[in-house]
């Protein structure tokens, strides 16, 4: 079993900034894939940003110049650097990892458990 444990939400004004981490622990061979997504009240969960194993980049449109991923192999974890932070930025982030549990073997898909990120205006 592999779980995703994030840290780092909470509120900021407009203009400010936050990180978030997710760190993965578990058994299993390696971490291919790991994202965040968002999502808010109402709204359908998004992608924000996602990362290979080496380090290949994709951003939504939205958040492109602001945001920021990476990731520390090492550590099994992945980090998000948000800049500029705007209201509409505001939801619950959650974390994502595709986790192959033995060489060549199935990957997996796996979700934190959301946290949450408000920009007041």
């Known amino acids: 079993q592999v779980q995703l444990v994030e840290s780092g939400g909470g509120l900021v004004q407009a203009g400010g900034s936050l990180t978030l981490s997710c760190a993965a622990s578990?058994?299993?061979?390696?971490?291919?894939?790991m994202a965040w997504y968002r999502q808010a009240p109402g709204k359908q969960r998004e992608l924000v940003a996602h990362?290979?194993?080496?380090?290949?980049?994709n951003y939504a449109d939205s958040v492109k110049g602001r945001f920021t991923i990476s990731r520390d192999t090492a550590k099994n974890t992945v980090y998000l650097q948000m800049n500029s932070l705007e209201p509409e930025d505001t939801a619950v982030y959650y974390c994502?990892?595709?986790?192959?549990?033995?060489?060549?073997?199935?990957?997996?898909?796996?979700w934190g458990q959301g946290t949450q990120v408000t920009t007041s205006s």
């Open positions: 990362i290979t194993h080496g380090s290949i980049t």
């Open positions: 578990g058994s299993f061979f390696s971490i291919n894939g």
């Open positions: 994502y990892a595709e986790v192959e549990h033995r060489r060549g073997g199935i990957v997996g898909t796996y």
